[in-house]
Nanobody
Framework: EVQLVESGGGRVQAGGPLRLSCAAS?????????IGWFRQVPGKEREGLAC????????WYRTSARGRFTISFDNFKNVVFLEADSLKHEDTATYYC???????????????????WGQGTQVIVSS
């Protein structure tokens, strides 16, 4: 069974960097093609930030995330990273990674297209 475990969250100074990890295990070929990073603020809908095709490493970013976040994949360790250089207070959220094979391919961040989800890691951006 596919399992995803996020790590790297915590309290971060505004303007500081972020590096989140999503360790995937238990997958067999065909279980998924894409891993995405999502985030959710209490009271708001979960939104997709970026995704990566784990076979060809093509990436896609939500417009608001482009240029601020970087998604990458270490296929030796089977870990997907989400990095940012300069966090803002509005980046405070719980961050989730998820795996799936979206029908519309890369760029499809509809939540129901992702079959496997991690438990989330909280990021708090403080002054």
């Amino acid at each position: 069974e596919v399992q995803l475990v996020e790590s790297g969250g915590g309290r971060v100074q505004a303007g500081g960097p972020l590096r989140l990890s999503c360790a995937a295990s238990g997958a067999t070929y065909g279980d998924y093609t894409t891993i995405g990073w999502f985030r959710q603020v209490p009271g708001k809908e979960r939104e997709g930030l970026a995704c990566i095709n784990v076979r060809d490493r093509m990436t896609w970013y939500r417009t608001s995330a482009r240029g601020r976040f970087t998604i990458s994949f270490d296929n030796f360790k089977n870990v997907v990273f989400l990095e940012a250089d300069s966090l803002k207070h509005e980046d405070t959220a719980t961050y989730y990674c998820a795996a799936g094979s979206p029908a519309d391919g890369l760029g499809d961040l509809r939540l129901y297209e992702y079959d496997y989800w991690g438990q989330g890691t909280q990021v708090i951006v403080s002054s």
